[in-house]
């Protein structure tokens, strides 16, 4: 949405927009208080079982992730206000574009980020770090070329899927991606 007027096509006609609307703040309120947290969490508590050898580059891993949930917040608000005002003022649609691009890049960052710490680990994460430096790598690209793309968000889908799969496996056997020894 770039206008009122496409938000007004988006939602139809009478007594469907109203409906629509309805449940359209509903999916935003469980996006910020669920999905988003969730996400965050995730995100940050892989970065930090991840910090053994880099600690500084798992903090700025987990800098990015929070500061894109944070982004994520505020585009939800923003969303809430554009859905619940239908002549919604112009001024909302910038604010709107200022955070979730730079939301996108920021998860593609610290995707990359998790990626480089998941490289210092044993065989296993090393092979899962492939989907998660690609996944950051191809939605940072898509992002900048094609931000429309269903490619982009399939990408983070592929990164996070990556480190989900580390993470249940390290559950039952942590010794497959503990640290990789030093020679």
């Known amino acids: 949405m770039r206008s009122a007027d496409a938000l007004r096509q988006l939602f139809g006609s009478q007594p469907c927009a ?4 309805v ?4 999916a935003l309120l469980l996006d910020m208080f669920a999905f988003i947290p969730a996400y965050a969490a995730f995100l ?11 600690p500084r580059l798992a903090l700025a891993a987990i800098g990015a992730m929070l500061a894109a949930a944070l982004l994520d917040e505020l585009e939800d608000l923003i969303l809430r206000e554009l859905v619940t005002s239908w002549q919604s003022p112009m001024a909302l ?10 939301k996108f890049a920021l998860l593609g960052v610290g995707e990359m980020l998790l990626g480089v710490l998941m490289l ?11 989907p998660m430096l690609a996944g950051g790598a191809i939605s940072l690209a898509l992002l900048f070329a094609g931000p429309h793309d269903p ?23 942590p ?8 020679a």
């Open 18 to 21: 109203d409906r629509l609307a």
């Open 23 to 26: 449940a359209q703040i509903d």
């Open 44 to 54: 940050t508590l892989g970065a930090r079982a991840l910090w053994a050898r880099w």
């Open 93 to 102: 649609f910038e604010p709107l574009f200022w955070t979730v691009r730079p």
């Open 120 to 130: 210092r680990r044993a065989r296993l994460t090393r092979i899962a770090a492939v």
């Open 151 to 173: 490619w982009m968000m399939k990408a983070h889908t592929f990164a996070w899927t990556a480190l989900l799969v580390v993470a249940l496996i390290a559950a039952v056997r």
């Open 175 to 182: 010794t497959l991606a503990e640290p990789a020894r030093r």
